[in-house]
Structure formats: structure tokens, C-alpha cells
């Protein structure tokens, strides 16, 4: 068993696509133990992605990821790091694969509707930046 985050972001909200990724996950084997929605703000936003500060699009990833609300969730389940990246496809859109949920909903690389920790360090870390322990519910 393994735990992820995901986050509906910004522009998947707003494209009403919180439930057609919940489903995505849940209809592949992936359990929601955490969910909430949340509205980062600029500082917040620059925390989460402080592993690409310095990079080209650290700024306007930041504004884009504090301009409206998201849905962040806890996921656990079998390899569910590698299932949730699967399922989301590649970071840009063009380059993902046929039915994954970038492919098919994505406008742009940074407008791409949805995060997935890449691996276990970073999904202990990102899923204890947005939920503490009262807040994940394991069955
Ligand atoms: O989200 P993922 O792990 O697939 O990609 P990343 O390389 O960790 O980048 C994080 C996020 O930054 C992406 O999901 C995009 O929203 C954004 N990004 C961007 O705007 N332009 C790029 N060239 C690369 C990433
Ligand atoms: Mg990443």
C-alpha cells in the first residue's frame, strides 16, 4: 500500500472536472483517504513548488496555482505514485499519452489540470503540506 497527492487544480476546477478525475483514480483501484478544497495563496503556491524555484516558469506556475481554488486528495493504494502519474499522463499534454487525463482535458504544459507526487519522499512531504493526521481517514 502506498499513499499519493493529487490536486485538481485551478483550471480543472474551474473546467468542472473535479469529478471526472476522482473517478479517474477511483475506478482504477485508488481509494480517496483526504480531500479538501482549498485556494493557495502566492507563498503557498511558491512552498509546494519551491523544488523549481529558479526555473522559467516558477513565477507564472505560482500565479496560476494561487488564482482560484483547487481540490487537493490523499490517495492510497497499490503503487499508487506510478497508477496516479499513469492515469494524469505527461506534463505536457501533447506529449501524453492517448485517454490519460492530460491528454484529454489539458489546454497547455502549465495548465494541465492536475498534480501527482512523483515519489515516495515527495508525497509524505507534499500530502503533510496540505493534511495533517486527523484529516486522512485510512479504512
Ligand atoms: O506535474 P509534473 O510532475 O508532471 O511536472 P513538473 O516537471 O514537476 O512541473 C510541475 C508543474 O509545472 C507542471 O505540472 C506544470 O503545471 C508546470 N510546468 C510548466 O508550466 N512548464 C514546464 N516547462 C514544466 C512544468
Ligand atoms: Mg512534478
Known sequence: MERTLSIVKPDGVSKKLIGEVIKRFESHGLRVIGLKMI?????EAEGFYAVHRGKSFYESLT???SSGPSVVMVLE???AISKTRELMGATDPKKAEEGTLRRQY????EQNIVHGSDAPETAASEISYFFNALEIFPL
Open 63 to 65: 500565479n496560476f496555482m
Open 39 to 43: 485556494w493557495m495563496n502566492k507563498k
Open 106 to 109: 489539458a489546454s497547455n504544459i
Open 77 to 79: 493504494g497499490e503503487n
